[in-house]
């Protein structure tokens, strides 16, 4: 089964502040690679699919990046509805594995 | 608009079974592989299963194998998860999500709770 990571598991920060999240993946996934965003008692909203491709009315803030094993996700300038917690998923396989997660809280 | 509205979910004992039900709108369901994903309270998402458009091909995580039926039945435009043999690690929010690229709908979730 292909493990998923990702860091940070917390990062904190600034409205405005430029942020990365990396998610590694245990053997190739090719560009297989989604991120989803997810607030407290919400189902998780797709963000990116296909490493670098923004779902539709996702601001372009947003962008990822990557291929193969490592990826990342990055908010260029961060805006108080990103304060939530980040999942990287691969889908290179039927077992649709998802990294631990990342909370983006306040600083 | 598409909708996904899952029901079903309770508290259950150790060992007993529930069926969780999932209602599609608003698209085709007809063209679209769905899944079943979980979280449990504080923690994660984990996939556990999928079934095919026109059920010839389901998936089954590790954790639920042997124990959970994954079902739909495009008549009523509907998915299912028979859940069986239930354990206290199966306490989760119970999640069905629509497999576009990868997962782009997802239902509001149904609590299951497993304990005596």
């Known amino acids: 089964d292909i493990q998923m990571t990702q860091s940070p598991s917390t990062l904190s920060a600034s409205v405005g502040d430029r942020v990365t999240i990396t998610c590694r993946a245990s053997?190739?996934?090719?560009?297989?690679l989604a991120w989803y965003q997810q607030k407290p008692e919400k189902a998780p909203k797709l963000l990116i699919y296909?490493?670098?491709t923004l779902d539709t009315g996702v601001p372009s803030r947003f962008s990822g990046s990557g291929s193969g094993t490592e990826f990342t996700l990055t908010i260029s300038s961060l805006q108080p509805d990103d304060f939530a917690t980040y999942y990287c998923?691969?889908?290179?396989?039927?077992?649709?594995?998802f990294g631990p997660g990342t909370k983006v809280d306040l600083k | 608009e598409v909708q996904l509205v899952e029901s079903g979910g309770g508290l259950v004992q150790p060992g007993g079974s529930l069926r969780l039900s999932c209602a599609a709108s608003?698209?085709?369901?007809?063209?679209?592989?769905m899944n079943w994903v979980r979280q449990a309270p504080g923690k994660g998402l984990e996939w556990v299963s999928y079934?095919?458009?026109?059920?010839?091909?389901?998936y089954y995580a590790d954790s639920v194998k042997g124990r959970f039926t994954i079902s739909r039945d495009n008549a009523k435009n509907s998915l299912y998860l028979q859940m069986n043999s239930l354990r206290d690690e199966d306490t989760a929010v119970y999640y069905c999500?629509?497999?576009?690229?990868?997962?782009?709908?997802w239902g509001q979730g149904t609590l299951v709770t497993v304990s005596s």
């Open positions: 998923q691969q889908y290179n396989t039927y077992l649709f594995t």
């Open positions: 608003g698209f085709t369901f007809t063209d679209y592989t």
């Open positions: 296909s490493t670098s």
């Open positions: 079934i095919s458009s026109s059920s010839s091909t389901t």
């Open positions: 053997q190739s996934i090719s560009s297989w």
């Open positions: 999500a629509r497999e576009g690229i990868p997962f782009d709908y």
